[in-house]
């Protein structure tokens, strides 16, 4: 079963850090490329961040550029999401997702979700 | 940036009833565009890629058509558990972008 499980999330103050991790299980994690997918509270999805196999073509919104960083560890089936410099607007429900071809750029799986909320 | 219109917002519907949603795109996308399926307090579930194609598991009566910048979502027959949240997502070019969503309810 593909499992992706989130874990990190938590309040920040504005200008704060946090480092996001996405546990992958149940495939194999070096065949898929990987996103990152925020959702803030009664929106829409909103694409954050994606990373290819080997960690080299790497994307992000214009809204994080600069201040977030995605990577990946395959050795343990790991994505994560470095986020610095927060602000209000970041907060948010975090999704990790797994895109099942490169030429296709879908979510077919997506965690559970971690809450990010960026407030003093 | 291309941009997502889906109306109409919000639907009112019965079970057994015939639903369309519309998607529509600031600019050409081919047939790059994504369906998925948004109950409360969970995360986005894919339904239909390439605009057409209906991701394995998800029922027949979920069907798409459109391409350019013209897509419509239609459930043939609404059952109980389809009461959600839709979303359109283009997936021509990066940023990846969602439309606004519509509301399926009672």
């Known amino acids: 079963e593909v499992q992706l499980v989130e874990s990190g999330g938590g309040l920040v103050q504005p200008g704060g850090s946090l480092r996001l991790s996405c546990a992958a299980s149940g495939f194999t994690f070096t065949n898929y490329w990987m996103h990152w997918v925020r959702q803030a509270p009664g929106k829409g999805p909103v694409w954050v961040s994606r990373i290819s196999i080997d960690g080299k073509d790497i994307l992000y919104a214009d809204s994080v550029k600069g201040r977030f960083t995605i990577s990946r560890d395959n050795a343990k089936n790991t994505l994560h999401l470095q986020m610095n410099s927060l602000r209000a607007e970041d907060t948010a429900v975090y999704y990790c997702?797994?895109?099942?071809?490169?030429?296709?750029?879908?979510?077919?799986?997506w965690g559970q979700g971690t809450l990010v909320t960026v407030s003093s | 940036d291309i941009q997502m219109t889906q109306s109409p917002s919000s639907v009112s519907a019965s079970v057994g009833d015939r639903i369309t949603i519309t998607c529509r795109a600031s600019?050409?996308?081919?047939?790059?565009l994504a369906w998925y399926q948004q109950k409360p307090g969970k995360a986005p579930e894919l339904l239909i890629y390439?605009?057409?194609s209906l991701q394995s598991g998800v029922p027949s009566r979920f069907s798409g058509s459109g391409s350019g910048t013209d897509f419509t979502l239609t459930i043939s027959s609404l059952q109980p558990e389809d009461f959600a949240t839709y979303y359109c997502?283009?997936?021509?070019?990066?940023?990846?972008?969602f439309g606004g969503g519509t509301k399926v309810e009672i």
């Open positions: 600019q050409g996308i081919g047939s790059w």
């Open positions: 997702v797994r895109d099942p071809s490169v030429s296709i750029n879908v979510g077919d799986y």
């Open positions: 390439s605009a057409t």
């Open positions: 997502q283009q997936t021509n070019s990066f940023p990846l972008t």
